[in-house]
């Protein structure tokens, strides 16, 4: 009975053959890009140079990339920080809730970046935001705009991951064993305390996991800078966009691509080997 | 005392998460020409502007196209994949899973720029087959890891069955499982098809300035001077995200599906 399942493996090519030339492809054809000189008239000469790379060396990269990091690292630090308590008590809600928070959840994480970036853009203008509503309840004498600013352009960003964030805790807090706090609260712990003793210290784990992955996330986006930052905030995304698109420097583009793609494997696998060690303890 | 707190903290959220389109919503119904808050007068033109122009119809037109073959491609790589995993459990279905949730653990910006220069190589530069492709690959990780809840609820009784009353792999593929993992399979060509929408940065890299999509229309008009009728086509994307999710939960248990506790 048990002979070599030719069906099965045909089928399996089709997905294997998408991912593989779709995906992959690209990604190995941006690293060979990288290497390319540029022409000024076309996409690219085929050559072989480190010239692109040479490049990176720079203060202007070496600031961008400093502050990309800075931002991510922050604006993944305030969305953890935000979703993780919300969605621990939004599980505790009735069913019915629980559907309306997860809905409107899911909602925001499909909706485009475009759109909450533009309604933050409203939010924060001088002509229908929140600046008008302090002008005219005499808190601010003469209201300016808020955005562009790094400000803007954070809030913009932790708007963006929070549904993500809340979605992937979600299944984890609401399957979650409640034995070992419950106990703690028969013997008398206030919940704030049962909440950062047990909770915190049970899903350590996971929200180190939370924080690379939407440190990874923030380090890709492009349109919340461009909206809502300043020049001097935009993060490497930006910069590559600019490079590749407005520029027509593709292999310049693709070069910082590929930098910041060895960067985000190094990170990843970095972690993953970091809590395998620790799991192995 | 802490119930008042928890519940202070939820409505901040709800708050920071709802208030901006709600001032969204203010500005599309506003008759001004200007972006203002609160309205002075109510009208629909904006929107009626959104529907009857064809510098607003195209972007709608190329969005949906784009988004209904993406999802179809998404979610058939999807089920494939699913379905080998199924059959083999063998180190081949596994790889391809595990190709499969690739395109998630990157961050876009790499992905759309190894597109752009993959599609300007292969001549497809511009042209909205590329972004289709794209999009269809790229999205690929949420049906994949939906569709594998279906497979890991078929149990093997029925199954067992199908096959010992005679039924080719093929037969018990299309009148048993098919069937029993359908729901799946729509929620995540669903889900493809909003995410597709709303995509801006593939979409741009790709082929943005010949395939002007809704999000790139958007983004261009706020970038360069825009008129309120971005807000009611900012507010369209929201009803339409809305509506078919709660679409979706009337057809499956959404709750079920996210991971929630059995109760």
Redesign the interface.
Known sequence: MKRFAIAPHLIGLYPLGMMTIFFLGPLAFMVVVSFYLRDPLGFYKVDFVWENYGKFFSSFYYSVSLRSIWTSALASLLTVALAFPAIFIIVGMRRKWQLVWVIGLLALMCLSEVVIGFAWVILMSESAGIPRLLGWLGLWENPRSLSPSRLAMLIGMVSLGFSLVALMFYPQLSQRDRAIEEAAQTLGTPPAKVFFKVVLPIFRPALASSLVTMFVFYLGVYVMPTMLGRPQDWNMSVIITDKAVEQANMPLGAALAVIMLVFTVLLIGGFALATRKEGAK | M?GML?RL??WT??A??I???A??F??SINAES????PPTEFSGRWYMMLLTQSDWLIPIGNSFTIAFFAAL?AV???L??N??LW??NSG??R??FA??I??F??????????????W??AGWYGRMEATI??H???F?TLPLVVISRGFAALSDDVIDASRIMGAT?WQTFAKVIFPLVAPYVVTGYV?VA??S?????IS??VS?FAVETL?IR??NN??YGYSPV??SA?MG??FI??LS??AL?MVTD??KL????R?
């Open positions: 802490t928890k903290f939820l959220i709800a920071g998460l208030l901006p389109f001032v969204v203010g500005v200007n972006i203002a808050f491609i058939s790589i999807a494939a994949a379905y080998v059959r083999l081949f279905g790889a391809i190709l499969g690739g395109p653990l990157l961050p876009p910006i790499i992905i759309a720029m190894g597109a752009s220069v993959f300007a190589e492709i794209s269809g690959v790229f690929v792999p889900l909003i995410i929408v709303n995509e801006y940065l741009y890299m943005g999000p958007i983004f706020v970038r971005v807000a900012a994307f929201a995200t809305v999710l709660l939960s959404l709750l996210l991971g929630a506790r109760d």
